[in-house]
């Protein structure tokens, strides 16, 4: 079998360092979106993996800029690492998950600072080198995949079935709306 980009040893301590921060901090509300992140990180990881091994004449090339994103992301992974799952405790431990009821209605009281708080990661993130460019590509995709998921949830929702009711719509002109507006007061 072709060499992986991510080697057993790299992955046993992943695992460890998971399954370590899984019995520190339990999730209790958001605990199947942090499976649901590891789970698509492993088929990412595997997709990459025989993308690299079948890229033909192109494999060079590929382990060339592969050993320079490691070099300049790596330290940037470091120490980021854990930033995902703390914000995931964060936003557990908030009373907007506590109590909510299926198909809830109108923002929660913490919208605005919620608002605020990815305003200025966003400037912050802006700030990186690469990173808007990165952003560039991403937010389309990312964009096109968030219509389709509130689409399903509406469509899910409308055919009666119940845990629709529970899934949240993710309100993407809002977000638009407050992204525009910090741009124009810049």
């Known amino acids: 079998m ?15 360092r998971t399954s370590k921060m899984t019995k520190q901090a ?6 199947f979106v942090h499976v649901a992140a590891i ?4 088929c990412v990881s595997r997709l990459y993996d025989w993308a690299k091994e079948n890229s033909g004449p192109l494999k060079p090339g590929v382990q060339t800029v592969e050993g320079t994103v490691k070099t300049v992301v790596g330290p940037v992974y470091e120490k980021f690492r854990d930033l995902p799952f703390e914000i995931l ?23 605005t600072s919620a608002e605020r708080y990815a305003v200025s990661a966003w400037k ?13 590509v991403v ?17 899910s929702a409308e055919k ?20 525009e507006g910090n741009e124009k007061a810049e």
């Open 2 to 16: 072709a060499e992986s980009s991510v080697q057993p040893d790299q992955m046993n301590k992943e695992t460890e």
């Open 26 to 31: 339990k999730l209790k509300y958001l605990d």
């Open 39 to 42: 789970q698509a990180l492993v």
């Open 89 to 111: 405790k964060f936003v557990d431990t908030k009373p907007l998950l506590q109590g909510r009821t299926p198909l809830a209605k109108g923002p929660s009281t913490h919208s």
């Open 124 to 136: 912050s993130l802006n700030k990186l080198p690469v990173f808007p460019q990165v952003a560039q």
């Open 139 to 155: 937010l389309p995709t990312a964009a096109h995949w968030t219509e389709k998921y509130n689409g399903a949830v509406r469509s």
């Open 160 to 179: 009666g079935y119940a845990f629709a009711g529970y899934l949240p719509v993710v309100p993407v002109e809002r977000i638009a709306k407050v992204f």
